[in-house]
C-alpha cells in the first residue's frame, strides 16, 4: 500500500524481502543507491522480529545523512509495542540514517484467536487511508516516531523470550500427511526458509520465527504447530473480499463497541483526527455500527446458538 502511494508522488519503489537466506549470504540492494529507505515489520511478542534486527546490521554506513523510515503493524493498538523498534533505529542511527518516522499499524492477529470479519474490514480499510497519509508525510519531511515508556521497555526487554521459543517450538512441527496436497506454500512462505522438502517430506529446521505465516496460508490446515498447535489460524484474512462485502460493516470498534476491543477506540479515535487533518473521512464514519461488536456476551452466545 505505502509503495503505491509512494509512486502517486514519483517515488520509483522497490521492495525487498528480509529472508534468512539474504541474511546468510549478505546479498541485498545497497541503500545508498536510493534516495529513501524504509524498514517494515510485523510485531512479534512486542518486538521485531530477531531476523530484521541482525539484518539491519549489515547494512552499509550511510551516505550524507539519508532519511529512513520504519513502519510496523500488531494485533493490538496499546503503547507497550511503542519500543518494539529500538534496536532497529539504534543500529540505523548509528550508521548514520536520520530515521525521521515511525508508524504503527494495526492488523489482525494470524496466532492465537481470529478476529471478526467487521474488525478485519475495519483494520483494512484504516490502513489503506493511513498508508495515503504516511506516504505525505514521508515525502514532505514530517518527523514523527513513537515514544517509549517503561512499560514498552519492560515488555520488549522480557518479549525477547520468544526468540528463543520460537526456535525450540519450530523443533516440533511436522505435516500431515493425510491433509497435504503437496503445494509448497509453507516453504515457499517462509521468511527464513526454515522448511525443506527432502526424500518427500517437508522438515523444518531451527530457524523458525514464529511468524506462522506456514499455518496461515495452508490451504488444507495440514501442519501442526508444535507445542502451540492450540494457537493456530488457519486461512488467510480475504480482505479485498471483505471491503466489498456490503454486508459486513467497516465500524467495528466505535464508542458503543463492548468487551475488549472497546480498548481499542483510543487508537482509531486518534488515528480519525490524523486522517481528518490529512483531509479524509474516517473509513467507520462511512458505516453503521456492527450489531455484533455491540452485544452483550449474552446476546452473542443466543445469536451463536441460533446459527448452528
Known sequence: MLSSEMALYGYECETFAITYMAYKQKSFPNPNDYGLIGVA??????????????FVKLLPEAKKGQRAFIIKSSGEPFSVNNSSSNAAKRYLRAKGYDVSYEKHYLMPYNIMFRYPPGLAKQ??????LMAKSSANKIINGEREC??????????????????????????????????????????????????????????????????????????????????????????????????????????????KTVGYYKKFNKYYNKIDEEL?????????????????????????KALNRKNR
Not at 483494520?123 to 489503506?128: A, G, H, I, N, P
Open 41 to 54: 515489520y510485523p510485531g512479534h511478542a512486542f518486538n521485531a522480529p530477531h531476523l530484521l534486527n541482525k
Open 123 to 128: 483494520m483494512y480499510l484504516y490502513s489503506r
Open 146 to 255: 513513537l515514544h517509549n515508556s517503561l512499560i514498552s521497555l519492560i515488555m520488549c526487554f522480557l518479549g525477547k523470550i520468544e526468540w528463543f521459543g520460537a526456535w525450540f517450538n519450530g523443533l516440533f512441527y511436522r505435516v500431515d500427511k493425510r491433509k497435504c496436497i503437496d503445494c509448497g506454500l509453507c516453504a515457499k512462505n517462509c521468511p527464513t526458509q526454515n522448511i525443506a522438502k527432502k526424500n518427500g517430506k517437508y522438515r523444518f529446521g531451527i530457524h523458525c520465527a514464529l511468524c506462522c505465516r506456514c499455518t496461515m496460508s495452508c490451504p488444507k490446515d495440514a501442519i501442526f504447530m508444535g507445542l502451540l498447535n492450540g494457537l493456530r489460524v488457519n486461512g488467510a484474512y480475504e480482505f479485498e473480499k471483505l471491503e466489498k462485502d456490503e454486508k459486513i460493516s467497516g465500524n467495528y470498534v466505535n464508542d
Open 276 to 300: 481528518v487533518a490529512c483531509g479524509f473521512t474516517p473509513p467507520r464514519s462511512l458505516f453503521a455500527p456492527d450489531e455484533y461488536a455491540v452485544m452483550s456476551k449474552k446476546q452473542r
